[in-house]
């Protein structure tokens, strides 16, 4: 078991360009989560989903999209990176939660810098 | 908004010494309380906290819950350097999508 992967580990983007940041992972959980963490911040729930093909947005969405296509997979985009973007993503994902509470795993991480 | 705070935001102890780390909630509809240990890369789940009163242990590591007075302990004993690492407490929240909501973390440094 793998458990939670994500790429690239690190990035480095010009303001204005592209990316994906891919997070899959193979212990067949329902939900899948994208959060950033910054310094004195703490995690911060960018945009999590509760399933194929559902995304809902988080706490601090905005400037990214997401697409869950496939289960195991859950992509952040940022379509027009801006330097208030850096940061580092993690990806966590957990089992369904009907009443039940599951603790998330974590991904690794990617670290992206936004020149 | 629901929030979760942290105490102290950074503590330096020595080998042996014993640590309390601090956290408390205000949430509209509290469900569990997590306690994650971070290192340098992905957080690791260390409890889950869902009624008060009752003690998590796990080795050296125990965490308590104060449903009353909203907050919870993570207690490490006789530490080590390898405990050093940023302690994050997270709450669940109610609904059915199993979101957290993070508090800042404490970070523990462990001097020999």
């Known amino acids: 078991n793998a458990g939670v992967t994500q790429t690239p580990k690190f990035r480095v983007l010009k303001t204005g360009q592209s990316m994906t940041l891919l997070c899959a992972q193979d212990?067949?959980?329902?939900?899948m989560y994208w959060y950033r963490q910054d310094p004195g911040m703490g995690l911060r729930l960018i945009h999590y989903s509760v399933g194929e093909g559902t995304t809902a947005k988080g706490e601090v969405p905005d400037g990214y999209n997401v697409s869950r296509l496939k289960k195991q997979n859950f992509l952040l985009g940022l379509e027009s990176a801006a330097p208030s973007q850096t940061s580092v993503y993690f990806c966590?994902?957990?089992?369904?939660?009907?009443?039940?509470?599951?603790?998330?795993?974590f991904g690794p991480g990617t670290r992206l810098t936004v020149t | 908004e629901d929030k979760v705070v942290q105490s102290p935001l950074s503590l330096v102890v020595h080998e042996g010494d014993t640590v309390t780390l601090n956290c408390s909630y205000e949430?509209?509809?509290?469900?569990?309380l997590l306690w994650y240990k971070q290192e340098k890369k992905a957080p690791t789940f260390l409890f889950m906290l869902t009624s008060s009163g009752i003690e998590k242990k796990s080795g050296r590591l125990s965490s308590i819950l104060d449903k009353k007075e909203l907050f919870s302990i993570l207690n490490i004993t006789a530490t080590q350097t390898g405990d050093s690492a940023v302690y994050l407490c997270?709450?669940?929240?109610?609904?059915?999508?199993?979101?957290?909501?993070f508090g800042t973390g404490t970070l523990l440094a462990v001097q020999p």
């Open positions: 212990m067949n959980h329902e939900y």
């Open positions: 997270a709450e669940r929240d109610g609904g059915a999508t199993n979101k957290l909501i």
């Open positions: 949430v509209t509809n509290f469900r569990s």
């Open positions: 966590a994902s957990s089992y369904a939660s009907a009443g039940t509470p599951y603790e998330q795993y």
